[in-house]
């Protein structure tokens, strides 16, 4: 969390409308996703300036999940926007449903995300 900036925002892979803002929120759904992967390895990390690639590998129940992830850097080098990209299908639909219904139980945080575009 020390690496995100106090404004950080992560725009959902699922959703593009959804954005999710602030080190509170964003800790609510770490816990949620991080605690639904398994077998979580990143493999290649690139950076050019303010951009960074962090691309990785995981499970979630029987499925793989590749990502590829991108960082938009704030001044400081602290992370200031997070954009997942997700596959193959079915790994991000079972990812959905296991993290959906984990944030189903923050609907504060959900109703905060939608609302944020």
């Known amino acids: ?6 404004d950080a925002e992560l725009v959902s892979p699922i959703s593009g409308r ?10 609510v759904l770490f816990t949620a996703v991080y605690g639904s992967l398994r077998g979580l390895t990143w493999y290649e990390q690139v950076a ?3 951009v960074a690639l962090l691309r990785g590998e995981a499970r979630i129940g ?5 990502d590829a992830m991108v960082f938009e850097l704030a001044p400081d080098g602290r992370i ?8 193959p299908w079915l790994g991000l639909s079972a990812f959905a ?10 609907p ?3 109703l905060r ?5």
């Open 1 to 6: 969390m020390s690496l995100l900036a106090a």
């Open 18 to 27: 959804m954005v999710f803002r602030g080190t509170r929120d964003l800790r």
């Open 48 to 50: 050019d300036g303010s």
């Open 62 to 66: 029987p499925f793989r999940l590749g």
């Open 80 to 87: 200031q926007r997070i954009r997942p990209h997700f596959r």
């Open 97 to 106: 449903v296991v993290v959906g219904a984990k944030m189903a139980r923050h």
């Open 108 to 110: 504060g945080v959900v």
């Open 113 to 117: 995300a939608l609302r944020a575009r």
